[in-house]
């Protein structure tokens, strides 16, 4: 009779390949003998579930634990590249030592240099009165928005849905009349949408950590939105996109995780093969 396998990259993958040609087991034998890894992770609907109220989306059972361990293992750069403000995503990871995090699609960097808080400045000053008489018509109106240091995000997750077409319709006039256009994007996200500054998005904090690391660096990036497929198409043939979702949509991503287990399941495992090398320098 023969004995289970012991191969950590025997057992079963439920993870499901999106276009023909990628292999994950391609993807972590290559982890071993890797110059270098990076992780780059979306936060809502990837490693927590939506909530309402976003100060209460804490992570999946056993998230925590699994980032935990890959991060003392010191072996992989791990970012959490986020649409959110920074300030709100610490006191829900509550990871020591934590995470890299790119805060609001790039706008706020790990450290945010002179450069980029210079370069932020003059679009924010200009649109802030509309920005802020917005949210003030919007919060009446019973609307949940979002106020980030790269502009303003309008959530209608929970909003009835007879509801959500008219508070687009308004927010889209209102758009129009006072010509916002003019300093920020209007950004689709799963839920609601974002008028933010132009010039950094998810696929923007991709690009620029691989051109850090270099040739050599195994990279993977795990999200669910709309926003995430920026970052998608960033990693293409550099690495490997993981769309988090219980359902297949179109999608730039190379495979398909469903939440949590298979997330779980992957970080268990990158963290496995990862470990097959020396630690990272």
């Known amino acids: 009779m023969s004995l289970p396998s012991q191969n950590p990259f025997a057992r079963r993958v439920p993870m499901r390949a999106l276009r023909p040609g990628v292999s994950l087991g391609d993807l972590f034998r290559s982890l071993g003998g ?3 890894r990076a992780l780059m992770l979306d936060y809502d609907g990837t490693l927590a579930p939506f909530h309402v109220d976003p100060a209460r989306a ?17 072996h992989t750069r791990l970012v959490v590249v986020t649409g959110r403000a920074t300030r709100d995503l610490l006191p829900l990871l509550r990871l020591d030592p934590g995470p ?3 805060g609001s699609h790039g706008w706020e960097p790990p450290a945010a240099s002179a450069t980029d808080a210079a370069s932020a400045a003059p679009a924010v000053s200009v649109a802030l009165s509309d920005l802020a ?42 758009w129009d009349v006072r010509d916002l256009g003019r300093n920020l994007d209007w950004a689709e996200f799963d839920g609601g949408v974002e008028l933010r500054l132009p010039g950094r998005d998810k696929g923007h904090v991709v690009d620029r950590l691989l051109e850090e690391m ?8 795990l999200g669910d939105d709309l926003t995430d497929e920026d970052a998608f198409r960033a990693i293409q043939g550099r690495g490997t996109g993981m769309l988090v979702r219980k359902e297949v949509r179109p999608t730039a991503a190379d495979f398909l995780l469903e939440p949590p287990e298979d997330v779980l399941d992957f970080l268990a495992r990158w963290d496995a093969a990862a470990r097959a090398a020396p630690r990272q320098r």
């Open 58 to 74: 804490e992570p999946y059972p056993g998230v925590r634990d699994e980032l935990s361990t890959i991060l003392s293992a010191g």
């Open 34 to 36: 890797a110059a270098r």
């Open 133 to 174: 008489t917005l949210a003030a018509d919007l919060e009446a109106r019973g609307v949940r928005v979002e106020l980030k240091p790269s502009g303003l995000a309008v959530h209608w997750r929970g909003v009835a849905a007879d509801r959500q077409a008219g508070i687009r319709q308004w927010l889209e006039t209102r």
């Open 100 to 102: 890299e995090i790119w």
């Open 214 to 221: 270099g040739r050599g660096t195994v990279a993977a990036y």
